[in-house]
């Protein structure tokens, strides 16, 4: 079964719409602060939790005309203080370095989620230098701290290349206290299972990390792994999604709502579209209401009362402690 059937199959099964209501919670907005900016399905590598079912052989890349008008929209948007650029590898798409420089000039805090191993890419030498001088703030996956897991997840030789980007990160300054350059790291669960609590497991790879490669950061993001795309197919395939999303379900935290990131983020796709969130971005389940594309509205404003479209996959976001793209909630 291929991705997309699947995830209608999920969305029959399991009704996050219902949950909310017999709780008697409704999912409204609060200010939108952050643009999340998906620049398309390229990447250099092709890992098996993928939301994105990113890789090597993707073309779908956002173009000139559209990040010219992300950045129109951006300058229309004053609630919007912070930019997220993914992907991908969002690094590989030409419109990059312009999409920082431009957000930088209009006073925005940009973030590159980076997956370390790009920075060792030909072609990127001067990468790891030019988010330094912009001041971009990191947020990149390790989903361990150690090679075997690292590699079953991401693939042959990405742990050792990882530690070598973060190695490059660290000598330029960031995660050092007081250099002002962020990074933070990313931890999912290798298989069907809920992440750890946070800040012990951030405890336990700050000290493996320095102990190990002397490497220093800032943050330990844990994230759910969302059952769509790529993950949900794998966990179909060794017949665990029903268990997985039994276990979402069960660990439904009602305090995570209010701070879902679908409350404060809006998230824009490689071909100008607008949706609540890059999980719905991958789902292609469009913002609700008319005005859906870069093109159709004058400001992220425009969806400050819009209703959002959520499914199955949300559980994941409101699953224990809750999840989203700076870990978890409550
Ligand atoms: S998880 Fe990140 S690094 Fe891995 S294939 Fe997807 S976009 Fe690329
Ligand atoms: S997956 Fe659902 S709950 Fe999570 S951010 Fe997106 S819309 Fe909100």
Redesign the pocket.
Known sequence: MDSSSLNLEILKKYNFANHLRREGITLKRKPLTTLQINLGKK?????H????D??PKRTEQMDQKTAERVIAILKNSPSVGVIDIT???PELNPNFQFLVTEAKMLERHVMDRC?LTILLEKGQENLAEFLAENEVEIVA?LPCYSSENVDAQ?GRGVFERSIKGLQELNQLGYGKPESGLVINLVYNPIGGTLPPPQASLETEYKNRLKAQFGIEFNNLFTITNMPISRFASQLYRNDQLDNYMNLLVDAFNPSTVDDLMCRSLISVGWQGNFYDCDFNQMLEMEVPGMQKTLWSVNSIQHFQDNAIAIGSHCFGCAAGSGSSCGGTLS
């Open positions: 990447c250099n590598q092709a890992c939790h993928c939301h994105v990113a890789g992907g991908g590898a997956n996956s991401r």
